[in-house]
């Protein structure tokens, strides 16, 4: 805390609420050891003038944050929850992608960000009172409408995105009229639009994939069909 004016043309006296007797400091500045009522009384030194001004000092530390994605891979809107602890008041705003800082109305440490785009994202937290910011990473499991294998560098391959950890599992590619046209990798770059080496048609194509949902490890896989174009 500190009043900003001289000592050299003022006077200090700092209190705490609970033993207002007890002067704690006398210079322009205090740093309160704990949270408390603290009063500070200043003098003019050169006409005895007093005036005096009260703050009220939190607990405040860097937040621990939590963010998970509640919704199950492939839904048409993906979900992340956000929940933050701390010390003190605990009153916390958050953002997503460095995207603007957003709170609930009134103030609670979980925020919900929805319509979440496939990929991965960074979860931030920060307490309002300014004590630091902390981060939490998720992924969200989904795949692109399309992608358009041009040789530019952007979208030039299709592949489930967040899949890359399930080495066991299984993406088949097919065309309109369901003939097999690739099996990829989970952890391969994707499809490049060809097969036998031959450019595919811009045109609707389906895939199938046999997969678990994220954090899972174990247990019967699921199954999701869906279809992506291919623009040229």
């Not at 967040?162 to 088949?172: H, P, R, S, V």
Request: charged share 20%; glycine share 10%; hydrophobic share 35%.
């Amino acid at each position: 805390m500190d009043t900003g004016l001289s000592s050299t043309l003022y006077g200090f006296e700092w209190t705490e609420a609970g033993d207002p007797s007890t002067v704690l400091s006398t210079g322009s500045f205090y740093e309160p050891p704990v949270e408390g009522t603290y009063t500070v009384m200043v003098t003019d030194l050169s006409n005895g003038c007093t005036s005096t001004d009260t703050a009220v000092v939190q607990l405040s530390s860097p937040p621990n944050v939590t963010a998970n994605v509640t919704t199950e891979a492939f839904a048409d809107n993906h979900i992340i929850e956000v929940t933050a602890t701390g010390d003190g008041a605990a009153v916390f705003e958050f953002s997503i992608d460095n995207g603007p800082w957003v709170s609930n109305e009134p103030n609670t440490n979980t925020y919900t960000f929805s319509n979440v785009p496939f990929g991965e994202h960074v979860i931030q937290a920060r307490d309002i009172n300014g004590c630091g910011v902390a981060s939490d990473m998720v992924l969200v499991m989904d795949y692109p409408l399309f992608f358009t294998p041009n040789n530019d560098g952007y979208n030039d391959t299709w592949q489930i995105f967040g899949i890359e950890n399930q080495l066991d599992a299984k993406i088949f590619i097919y065309d309109r009229y369901g003939k097999l046209l690739k099996q990829l990798s989970p952890t391969g770059p994707g499809w490049d639009g060809t097969y036998n080496g031959e450019l595919m048609p811009s045109s609707d194509y389906w895939f199938t994939i046999e997969y678990r949902e994220l954090g899972e490890s174990t247990g019967e896989q699921k199954q999701f069909k869906a279809h992506f174009s291919l623009k040229r």
